[in-house]
């Protein structure tokens, strides 16, 4: 027989152990299932960056390092965080010969760092283990080196089935198995989703750079692609990562290429210390899950999204599903109408305004030259908004450059035709993308 719990979570990042705390601190009895070891550790490639003083999915998170919390200010949740980090003002894009789109200058911005910066890279093997600490304070059952393998609804339970042979029943299961979700796959979710291709990508930690403004999201596009850079949380310690979707390239040439080789960037590595040799992960892309609900398993962050839904939307989908499962649980609805005013959440503030948007196909760095790149970088006139939003750039950029097509016509007619390339094979671009990945299913 299935020892029998009010929830049981599978996957133990930050959005299945904040489901854990939060489902413990109201009384539930909880199980969760991790398949690692130490919990906490971080093993693929992760930045651990926070978003902070804009809203992310409409939430506001802030960082106090004076009391040493991190704090959702429009859900209402806190974490105690102590340990160290370094501010993130935005995102920066660099041209091939080094011009700059800013998104918010850091020079000016980090004068006033607890006012400007839109996050802060934190550790988040230690904020993992703060979650991990509170959820076990409040009661939940926790179960590490447990590889689920599937789950089934047998009456009025859901029962997840593990490798080792053993069994948890739950009346709800919040899955929270990340990336390529084991349990979406199980439940034949990815059969109706739309595949982008598989992503392979590998980054080095290293310490030091003469990059002129370090202290934020940093792109670089060169020759053989676009490369980034984050902050890591200890101070002059940063990621650098390289990614491709192609067959006949491999992320660890390229990373090598970028630190030794890259023309404008590779100087900023020549006094780096590489503090760990490469980190990879791989990740097939697919159209997030529209309605995250079959069988009494709820989907909750990455395990329902396209690629990382980001630590903040996480934890917040985390915790709202845990209080939403509560609620439901003392009213006796067991079933769907119980959780949907999580549904309607996460179609209000994930789904609807970003779930819906098509993935691009397009690589216009095997299409546009590296001196049309220089010369796009140097058209905007005015400073972009600084923002550590994604979809807030992409929106920046494409109304920048919409205003500026006949400007780039007149002046560069072979960099406008080579930019028409790019959207007519746009089709085909996705085409080779996908048949170079592989679709889990």
Known sequence: MAPTYDVVIVGAGPGGLMA???????????????????IPKIHRSCGGVLNLNEPTYDQIVTLDED???????????????DGPFQNVYGFHIYSPGGRRLEFGNFAELRKNPKQNRMGASISKEQLLRQLL?????HGVAVFPNTNVCSVKKEGTAVVVECENGEEYAGAFVIAADGINSRLARVL???????????????SLTIQGTDCPDPDGFLFMITPRGIFSMIPLA?????????????????????LRYF??????????????????????????LMSPIEHPFRDNVLFIGDACWRREISNVGAMCSGYKAATVI?????????????????????????????????????????????????????????????????????????????????RIYEERPDTMERMIQVRENMEE?????????FKIV
């Open 234 to 254: 200890e101070a002059g310690c940063y990621h650098i990562y390289a990614s491709t979707m192609r067959r006949d390239e491999k992320p660890p040439e390229l």
């Open 67 to 81: 009391n040493h919390l991190i704090q959702c200010t429009t859900m209402g949740w806190t974490i105690h965080y």
């Open 20 to 38: 854990a705390r939060t489902a413990g601190a109201a009384g539930l009895r909880v199980a969760l299932l991790e398949r690692k070891k130490d």
């Open 259 to 284: 630190v030794t080789e890259a023309p404008t960037f590779s100087a900023w590595y020549r006094n780096s210390t590489i503090l760990k040799h490469r980190t990879a992960c791989v990740v097939s």
């Open 188 to 202: 034949k979710f990815n059969k109706e989703r739309e595949f982008y291709g598989t992503s392979r990508d590998t």
């Open 133 to 137: 600490t509170e959820a076990e304070n």
């Open 429 to 437: 671009d996705m085409k080779k993308r996908i048949s170079w990945g």
């Open 326 to 406: 509560a609620d439901a649980l003392n009213r006796g609805k067991t079933d769907e109408e119980g959780i949907r005013e999580y549904l309607e959440w996460y179609a209000k503030h994930y789904y609807g305004p970003f779930g819906k948007r098509k993935q691009g196909g397009r690589d216009f760095t095997q299409y546009l030259t590296p001196d049309d790149i220089d010369y796009l970088a140097s058209l905007p006139e005015e400073k972009f908004p600084q923002t550590l939003d994604i979809f807030k750039v992409v929106n920046h950029i494409g109304k920048v450059y919409g205003e500026l097509m006949t």
